[in-house]
Every structure is written in C-alpha cells, then in structure tokens.
T-cell receptor
C-alpha cells in the first residue's frame, strides 16, 4: 500500500532562516513526486515536481530513494512563504495508481 | 474564464435538501477529481474521472453522487447529508492522471 508521511503538522521558522518540510513515502514502485502549496485565501496549486528539477520561489526538493524522502527546502525563508504545503507521490509506472496527498504541513514564517 | 471554476462558492443546506456542486475546466484536460478538505482530514480524494469514466471511488458514502457528462464538466450531487459533511469541496483537473492537477477555488458547504 502506498503511504505518504508529513511528520510535522506545523512548522514555525524565523524569516531568513532555512526551511525544511519533510516528506517520506512508502512505495513499491518508482514514484513521481509533487509538492503543492495553498496560500491563505488562494487555491491549491503546484509548487514543484520532481521530474522538472526546477527551483520555484527558491524552493527545491530532492528525491532520496535510499531514505524514501522528498523533503522541500529553502535556504532563506520569506514571510510570503507562510502557507500549507502538501507532499503528493504518484507511481507513474502503475496506471491504476492514484495520487495521494500527505496530511500537509502548515509553515508559519515569523518576522 | 480560464482554469477550473466551481459553483456555487458557498452553500448552506439542510439535511433533507438535495443540491449539486458544479465544476468546469477550460484547460482541455482528460481527468477530473473531487476532493474534500476539512480541518480533521486536510485533503481527501473522493472521486476520479478519466475520459469521463469513473476510475476511483474512495469508499465515499452514497449520499454523494458524482456525474461527469463530458470532459469539461463534473458535478457532485448531494442528498440527505450530515453535519459532518460540512467542508470545502475542491474540484481539480489534469491532462492525465500522472500530470499536475489544477484546482478550483472550492465550494464551502455547511450542512445544518
């Protein structure tokens, strides 16, 4: 069974400090991984996905197959980063798979 | 309007009412989804349609009934709901089930 874990429900970080939002997955296949973000009063939207290997808004995420993790990182937090972040893996080798969202981590940037 | 739209944005209904939520996407996507978002369970997948066929039903109670008449429209028909069904209902679409999902703004539902 597929499972995704975001261990922190709430993460408070001072502005300018590094940010790391943890995501661990339990998969038998080869996952594609997504991070979605929901800012206050805005709709849920894609932040980044593993396959594109982009840095979006200063965030990056590296797939670590050994640790089965896809942690989201940013070296210097900004106040506008305050939002709800969801990790979502998808086993694209399994056409019957469905994307499963983690329970989310609320990131609060302190001034 | 481009993107994914949902109507109504807010809905209050009694437990004996029947109502429908509507979702429309203008992105040319082939897959559409219904999610429930609440404080207790942040994001729960309810239904998935791919090429207008339902491919996923996540053990959702029968008081929720989806309908996908074409690839651009998705409905969620509601009847005899319970107060615990109060939540934000999100619609999303994607080109393919493996691709990025684009979300609507949601319908905030309150069941009295």
């Amino acid at each position: 069974a597929q499972r995704v874990t975001q261990p922190e429900k709430l993460l408070s970080v001072f502005k300018g400090a590094p940010v790391e939002l943890k995501c661990n997955y339990s998969y038998s296949g080869s996952p594609e991984l997504f991070w979605y973000v929901q800012y206050s009063r805005q709709r849920l939207q894609l932040l980044l996905r593993h396959i594109s290997r982009e840095s979006i808004k200063g965030f990056t995420a590296d797939l670590n197959k050994g640790e089965t993790s896809f942690h989201l990182k940013k070296p210097f937090a900004q106040e506008e980063d305050s939002a709800m972040y969801y990790c979502a893996p998808f086993d694209h080798m399994n056409r019957d798979d469905k994307i499963i969202f983690g329970k989310g981590t609320r990131l609060h940037i302190l001034p | 309007e481009t993107g994914v739209t949902q109507t109504p944005r807010h809905l209050v209904m009694g437990m004996t009412n029947k109502k429908s939520l509507k979702c429309e996407q203008h992105l040319g996507h082939n897959a559409m989804y219904w999610y429930k978002q609440s404080a207790k369970k942040p994001l729960e997948l309810m239904f998935v349609y791919s090429l207008e066929e339902r491919v996923e039903n996540n053990s959702v109670p029968s008081r929720f009934s989806p309908e996908c008449p074409n690839s651009s429209h998705l409905f969620l028909h509601l009847h005899t709901l319970q107060p615990e069904d109060s939540a934000l209902y999100l619609c999303a679409s994607s080109m393919d089930r493996v691709e990025t999902q684009y979300f609507g703004p949601g319908t905030r539902l309150l069941v009295l």
